[in-house]
């Protein structure tokens, strides 16, 4: 038997440990105390348990950077019968990790698809000003949102929402953002950003909390190997085809742009590989 198939069984013998683990149900990891006027950052999730995939740098900035993350629920699922029990859920993952949480209503948006978008105005413009209000209220230093080709239709739909919110804002208002992937692999991300262990765990333990999703479907279990396949992509994504990856384990994909003057703008980020030794203030500073 040769080594790489020992790595590989290791591979199967570590998921199968993982099943038998408790789902949800860990204490509290003691967030960090978050000052009162501390700026704002926030994720706009799409279902329940998107915080928690794609909230490596979100977690970064609030521990790194004392930032308050808020994650906003966009939707709380389709199936109306586990709407209460997801946002119980993601409650419990909140609270876990440390983000604060925001619901668009009771029971989340509906039909946050491209499909309202084009054929039920009412409904869309509806979930447009309550995202608009909320981006208003909380003046955010940065946001969080899929990008327009991440498969899943409430995914594309929310991107599409947020964007029409951002357009309907006054030219003073300004922010960071931060486009997400998950569903759908985004072509032109700018911005590899490290996890550590320590990050890396905390986001699986909080995603175990979605009970009833990874009982269906145990992809908490994967977002290990998720995320070590981002550097793969990412060392070449980011860094140029034929570039060397970075010295990663783990890392999440982000398309780092800004909204200024009414208008989407393009950026190029001072760094484009953020290691866990630098601070994620410095994605604020851009080279153009």
């Known amino acids: 038997m040769h080594p790489y198939h020992q790595l590989v069984s290791e591979y ?3 998921r199968t440990v993982g099943k038998s683990v408790p789902l949800g149900k ?7 105390a978050i000052s009162p006027d501390a700026p704002s950052v926030l994720i706009f999730s799409p279902h329940p348990d998107d915080e928690c995939i794609i909230g490596g740098l979100p977690l970064r900035m609030l521990r790194q950077c004392g930032m308050k993350v808020i994650n906003v629920a966009v939707t709380q699922g389709r199936k109306k019968e586990r709407k209460a029990e997801r946002w119980d859920e993601l409650r419990a993952a909140c609270e876990f990790i440390g983000f604060k949480l925001m619901q668009t209503c009771e029971g989340g948006l509906d039909n946050v698809t491209t499909a309202s978008r084009e054929n039920e105005k009412s409904q869309w413009n509806a979930g447009v000003e309550i995202i608009a209000r909320i981006l208003t209220e909380t003046s955010p230093i940065a946001i969080f949102y899929p990008h327009k080709d991440d498969w899943n239709s409430a995914h594309i739909g929310t991107h599409w929402m947020v964007m029409d919110a951002l357009a309907t804002l006054s030219r003073h208002f300004s922010c960071h953002l ?3 992937e998950f569903w759908g692999q985004n072509r032109s ?3 590899l950003v490290e996890l550590g262990v320590d990050e890396v765990a905390d ?3 909080a ?3 979605h009970v009833g999703e990874v009982k269906r479907n145990p992809y908490h279990l994967t977002l290990t190997s998720w995320m070590q396949d981002n550097v793969r992509r990412g060392g070449e994504l980011v860094g140029g085809q034929g570039g060397a990856a970075p010295d990663f384990v783990f890392g999440t994909l982000y398309q780092q742009r800004r909204w200024a003057n009414g208008e989407l703008k393009e950026v190029d980020p001072r760094e484009r ?3 866990l030794g630098q601070n994620p ?3 604020f500073e851009f080279t153009k």
Do not use: Y
């Not at 860990?26 to 960090?32: C, E, L, M, Y």
């Open 178 to 180: 931060f486009e997400t």
């Open 207 to 209: 995603l175990s909390f």
């Open 273 to 275: 590989f953020l290691s």
């Open 189 to 191: 991300p700018n911005l």
């Open 203 to 205: 986001l699986v333990a």
């Open 26 to 32: 860990i204490a509290s990891i003691n967030p960090p």
């Open 12 to 14: 199967v013998r570590l």
């Open 281 to 283: 203030e410095l994605l």
